[in-house]
């Protein structure tokens, strides 16, 4: 039984028992729609206590079920009729109230929770609002500016604030059970607050409401469920709690079948397997407390930050004390940034620093249990890290290489242990990042795989598997995005039509404006080198205009041209001039076809990936692009893409 009833001197006990999570799937609600009536019919009780069981309330709807047609009875049904209850129902909480766990709660006429309870409304990142009463039922309890911030914003609320907003009436101490049992026979000597939707709110001023729009605009760009939450929770306020409800189940079931919510699904799922991979399921990783960074520049720096955040103890390797310096006071300007930003204290700052030991060579990294190299992009200056670490460190550290394209197996000839090795590509800045490919060389132990991924648990990042080739995922598809982009230019379609065509789909930046950004001389100076090697690779539009000292930004120009401290693109005659010899007569293409074009690319090289078991799943590369490239996320990343377009009617 899903929901389970037992009886205690004239209180009934409704515990939700669905593993994992308690989620509220259509048996578990015909079962507490059925004991709702059913209690109300019995003499012998005074009241009823729903509860979760094991460390959690619900954590909402059964996510399973957005796939299929909504089926009775509804969410909002079950939980106006136990609000409507003769016999009053108490929510007792521990752990998290989540979604529609947190709308069952509302419908309660009273709540008490552990120190350990959670509460939110997380539709919002699945592109749905909450639809069973969310909008109306908070802020009619917890005040308009404060429920804005839990419905669209996004907000989770703990235990002492949820009392404080008056979310929670008591805070119980485990055990749980025992405690409302008690605070309930004491209520029921007492007048009942009315039901949550009884209850007056009070309307807020006008600047309220529109601070708010455009607080959610600015952070939520390419999401609509944000504001149509805010828009659901307004119209209750003005039109009345009916309306409301009205509103926000007519928004919820209209966005429950949209592509963004189907996206946002379609990526739910993927990071929430990527960080349990199958065949490493049950595996134990090695204990890692100390981590070895070598080499304090933009990514090493970045990984040391993101490693200190986690709670580990860092040793930062260097050449010389300037660098040494330099890489202290980058990792300094980390945190302090951060603190400014009201993310961590100025004593949480000290203490991450304290954790930080930096090092003219490699004293130090003996101790570390897993050592991270993250120098320049060079073969034989990678070869000549490891040659020094295989004699310096513990036979059982683990170490790993931070290489973008090299084939890891070569960085690794002649390292003692080889099944310690494995590739951890992080991506700038790694401390903010979230992406982690994780490339294991065909030596590389199970355990040591089981490291990787525990590690991008501990960071709070994605962990995807990559198999070895040039670029490895994100690199390659990057590659294909950015020769498809300049194949338009080619072609004759302006470089602006590109760039808006893709921010006009999502993305924060054009390809041209990507490449100017990051700089136009390192894929330049990747195909030198593949010159160099002998292979055929042809002159594009980019080498003209690195060759023409125009790398981006950082020099004033490159596809665009830029004024000194500022970052806005200007069109370019200087550039058009470049690369003239390469470009056709200029063509004109719609927004929509240059996005088909782009997308296609992409997805085809997706394919190839998959084929080649590059990577494990279309998902993992949805991941990786999203996660490391800025696909947007209310899009699901180009596979997703390619499967809703053959999925299209004809």
């Known amino acids: 039984m899903t929901v389970n009833v037992d009886i205690d001197g004239g209180i009934a006990i409704v515990t939700i028992a669905n593993p994992p999570v308690n989620a509220i799937n259509k048996t578990v609600r015909e079962r507490l729609l059925a004991l709702a009536q059913e209690l109300d019919g019995d003499p012998a009780i005074r009241a009823v206590v729903l509860t979760g069981a094991g460390t959690l309330f619900v954590a909402g709807a059964d996510i399973a079920e957005f796939d299929r047609p909504v089926e009775p009875p509804f969410l909002p049904d079950v939980i106006a009729r136990i609000e409507r209850a003769e016999k009053p129902w108490i929510a007792a909480i521990r752990g998290a109230a989540l979604g529609g766990g947190l709308e069952l709660a509302l419908g309660c006429r009273l709540r008490v929770a552990t120190g350990t309870a959670r509460f939110a409304l997380p539709e919002v990142n699945l592109g749905i609002i909450p639809g069973a009463g969310?909008?109306?039922?908070?802020?009619?309890?917890?005040?308009?500016?404060?429920?804005?911030?839990?419905?669209?914003?996004n907000h989770t609320v703990d235990a002492a604030e949820a009392v404080r907003l008056g979310l929670v009436d008591a805070l119980i101490e485990e055990p749980l059970l025992p405690g409302a049992i008690?605070?309930?026979?004491?209520?029921?000597?007492?007048?009942?607050?009315?039901?949550?939707?009884?209850?007056?709110?009070?309307?807020?001023?006008?600047?309220v409401w529109t601070e708010a729009e455009k607080r959610i605009a600015s952070r939520t760009k390419g999401a609509s469920a944000p504001l149509q939450a805010l828009e659901a929770l307004k119209c209750g306020i003005e039109q009345g709690a009916e309306a409301g409800l009205a509103r926000e189940r007519s928004t919820f079931l209209s966005l429950r079948g949209s592509e963004e919510t189907a996206a946002l699904r379609h990526l739910f799922f993927a990071e929430r397997a990527a960080l349990r991979p199958a065949d490493i399921r049950g595996i134990a990783p090695r204990l890692v407390a100390t981590a070895g960074v070598v080499g304090g520049g933009t990514m090493g720096s970045g990984i040391a930050a993101a490693l200190l955040n986690a709670g580990l103890s860092v040793v930062l390797v260097e050449q010389d004390t300037a660098g040494v310096s330099r890489a202290r006071d980058a990792i300094a300007g980390l945190f302090e940034a951060s603190r400014r930003r009201g993310q961590i204290t100025g004593d949480e700052a000290a203490e991450r620093l304290n954790r930080l030991e930096t090092s003219i060579g490699y004293d130090g990294v003996d101790r570390c249990d897993l050592v991270i190299e993250a120098v320049f992009e060079d073969l034989a200056v990678k070869r000549a890290v490891f040659a020094a670490l295989g004699h310096i460190c513990r036979p059982d550290a683990i170490?790993?290489?931070?290489?973008?394209?090299?084939?890891?197996?070569?960085?690794?000839?002649?390292?003692?242990?080889?099944?310690?090795?494995?590739?951890?590509?992080?991506?700038?800045?790694?401390?903010?990042?979230?992406?982690?490919?994780?490339v294991p060389t065909p030596e590389t132990a199970p355990d040591v795989l089981a490291t990787g991924f525990d590690l991008a648990r501990r960071l709070g990042k994605i962990p995807v598997r990559a198999g070895i080739c040039d670029g490895f995922i994100g690199n390659r598809i990057l590659r294909r995005f950015r020769a498809e982009a300049e194949a338009l230019a080619r072609g004759g379609v302006p470089i602006a039509a590109v760039d808006a065509a893709m921010r006009g789909f999502g993305f924060a930046m054009g390809p041209?404006?990507?490449?100017?950004?990051?700089?136009?001389?390192?894929?330049?100076?990747?195909?030198?080198?593949?010159?160099?090697?002998?292979?055929?690779?042809?002159?594009?539009?980019?080498?003209?205009l690195v060759r023409a000292g125009r790398k981006g930004q950082k020099t004033g120009g490159g596809w665009y041209d830029y004024a000194p401290g500022?970052?806005?693109?200007?069109?370019?005659?200087?550039?058009?001039?470049?690369?003239?010899?390469?470009?056709?007569?200029?063509?004109?293409?719609?927004?929509?076809?240059?996005?088909?074009?782009?997308?296609?690319?992409?997805?085809?090289?997706?394919?190839?990936?998959?084929?080649?078991?590059?990577?494990?799943?279309?998902?993992?590369?949805?991941?990786?692009?999203?996660?490391?490239?800025?696909?947007?996320?209310?899009?699901?990343?180009?596979?997703?893409?390619?499967?809703?377009?053959?999925?299209?009617?004809?």
């Open 134 to 153: 969310g909008t109306q039922r908070l802020p009619r309890v917890t005040g308009v500016a404060e429920a804005i911030r839990v419905v669209a914003e």
């Open 399 to 438: 170490l790993a290489t931070n290489t973008s394209y090299i084939d890891p197996r070569l960085i690794a000839e002649g390292l003692p242990g080889p099944e310690r090795f494995l590739g951890l590509h992080f991506f700038s800045p790694a401390q903010i990042m979230k992406l982690l490919e994780i």
């Open 182 to 207: 008690a605070f309930v026979r004491e209520a029921l000597e007492k007048t009942l607050p009315p039901p949550s939707l009884d209850r007056r709110p009070s309307a807020p001023a006008q600047e």
């Open 566 to 650: 500022d970052r806005r693109p200007r069109p370019s005659a200087e550039a058009e001039r470049i690369i003239a010899p390469l470009v056709g007569p200029r063509t004109e293409m719609a927004g929509e076809a240059i996005v088909a074009r782009l997308m296609a690319a992409m997805a085809q090289e997706g394919q190839a990936i998959l084929k080649e078991g590059i990577a494990a799943s279309a998902a993992d590369i949805d991941l990786v692009e999203v996660h490391g490239y800025g696909f947007p996320r209310t899009r699901g990343g180009p596979m997703f893409q390619m499967g809703r377009a053959e999925a299209k009617p004809i």
């Open 512 to 544: 041209f404006e990507m490449q100017d950004m990051a700089g136009l001389d390192i894929a330049f100076l990747h195909r030198e080198a593949a010159r160099a090697r002998g292979e055929p690779v042809p002159v594009l539009p980019g080498d003209l």
